[in-house]
């Protein structure tokens, strides 16, 4: 954030323009971040010399993140009380977690949603920041979660496990 105020009295209305285009260039990125932006942007084309670095390089981070969509998939799908659909597009993953009576009491009591209680449990015991479902419009009586698979594969499987284990801890405890 930036904010600044000059007044020109007294300068050549010439050197007042002159000045006035020198401020302005500074609100702008420079030409080699516009450079680098389109690069970015465009990409280069079949038969250019870069091309097949460009490819490859793409290919396996589309490839990183399609393994890491089906590893949350599954280990979601494979602890009891949690259902999740495929993954497809977005980079989050959407589970349904089916909670104990006793948790949803228990946040009533502190005067949070079901998903959001749990999320906040989540985030306290192990770190792992998930967005409770309640905030996407989902359908009364259902508790979700918003959970992404961005992180390192090892980064992302070991937040796993602690998600697991916390998932455990906290149904065993409003059991």
């Known amino acids: 954030r930036r904010g600044g105020y000059m007044e020109l009295c007294g300068i050549d209305v010439q050197v007042q323009q002159q000045i006035y285009k020198l401020a302005s260039s500074g609100l702008c990125s420079n030409l080699d971040g516009q450079v680098m932006v389109d690069l970015m942007v465009k990409g280069p084309v079949e038969g250019e010399e870069s091309y097949q670095q460009f490819k490859q390089e793409r290919d396996s981070i589309f490839e990183g993140l399609k393994k890491k969509s089906q590893m949350l998939h599954k280990f979601l799908n494979s602890i009891d009380g949690i259902s999740c659909q495929p993954l497809q597009g977005a980079m989050y993953a959407f589970p349904k977690i089916s909670l104990p009576a006793k948790a949803i009491a228990a946040a009533a009591a502190e005067k949070h949603s079901p998903d959001t209680f749990y999320a906040l449990s989540l985030l306290e ?43 455990l801890m906290f149904i065993k405890k409003y059991t």
């Open 125 to 167: 015991h192990t770190g792992i920041c998930a967005i409770p479902g309640s905030g996407f419009g989902q359908k009364e009586g259902t508790f979700h979660l918003r959970m992404t698979f961005l992180p390192q594969s090892d980064k992302l499987e070991a937040a796993l496990e602690r998600f697991r284990t916390h998932h």
